[in-house]
């Protein structure tokens, strides 16, 4: 497994797992110093996306380094996290680094695909395909 | 059912549960409620966003129906008359750099709705958008 320092957990994390997570959750972490790792959990709709924008800017742009996107625990997306996403991503191109999203549910990545995402960013199925992607 | 909200960004979530609660008995797929929740996010955030100078005392009406074939759902306000049809959708992007970041919303709901249409009346907003249940 991947050496994770730096492990910040923000938001409540003692959901009931038969309930859908309501509350975005951000779970900021890095490999090796290189690359961050944001895990997103929740609904990313307008009130998700206030909640932890700061947040999630603060973790991937300011860090100008590539950055991996867990989307696996994202069970919502609809324009403003979309907006989120693509202001990040534009942040840290401006810094010389790339944003890769992955593990992405179907009806998340029909919405992602909706708004062209896929064409202009690296959105992959697996942790593993992300750092292949950035190694390649 | 219908809905009184308050323009606020909370006012999402209250709306779909009730709007959940309203369409449970009809046994929606999956694909067909997070349509409905993509059209609620969209439509209301639009009107929190934009149809109010100064939100505090204006309110939204949500009216939400459905029958064998389609669930159709109304939000009238009383802000600035604003056609959100009248809104191009964004050009698509060649890379991340040309990106802008907004003007998705209504195009997510364009994507789900059978039929989407906008009037002004009375001096109130009305939206009406329509969702295909096949």
């Known amino acids: 497994m991947l050496g994770f320092a730096d492990r910040v957990v923000i938001g409540d994390t003692a959901q009931p797992h038969t309930l859908e997570k309501l509350r975005m959750d951000m779970e900021l972490s890095d490999i090796d110093g290189r690359v961050s790792v944001v895990r997103l959990a929740g609904r990313l709709d307008a009130a998700g996306a206030e909640r932890i924008g700061l947040r999630f800017t603060a973790g991937v742009v300011a860090q100008a380094r590539p950055a991996l996107v867990d989307l696996s625990g994202v069970s919502f997306i609809a324009s403003m996290g979309i907006r989120l996403l693509i202001s990040s991503a534009k942040g840290l191109k401006a810094k010389g680094a790339t944003m890769v999203l992955y593990g992405a549910q179907p009806m998340v990545q029909d919405v992602l695909e909706q708004a062209a995402l896929d064409q202009i960013l690296d959105i992959v199925a697996s942790e593993a395909d992300a750092l292949a992607r950035l190694a390649g | ?134």
């Open chain 2, 1 to 134: 059912m219908r809905l009184e909200l308050p323009a606020a960004t909370a006012s999402v979530e209250r709306a779909r549960r009730a709007v959940h609660e309203f369409l449970a008995p009809h046994a929606l797929t999956p694909q067909q409620v997070y349509a409905v929740e993509v059209v609620l996010e969209e439509a209301l955030m639009n009107i929190v966003m934009h149809a109010f100078p100064k939100p505090e005392g204006h309110g939204i009406e949500l009216v939400v129906s459905i029958d064998d074939e389609q669930v159709v759902l109304r939000f009238e306000d009383d802000g600035i008359p604003f056609d959100p049809l009248s809104i191009d959708a964004p050009p698509r992007p060649a890379s991340i750099e040309q990106a802008e970041p907004g003007g998705l919303g209504l195009l997510f709901v364009r994507e789900r709705s059978r039929s989407l249409v906008y009037e002004r009346r009375d001096g109130r907003n009305v939206l009406t958008v329509a969702l295909s249940r096949e």
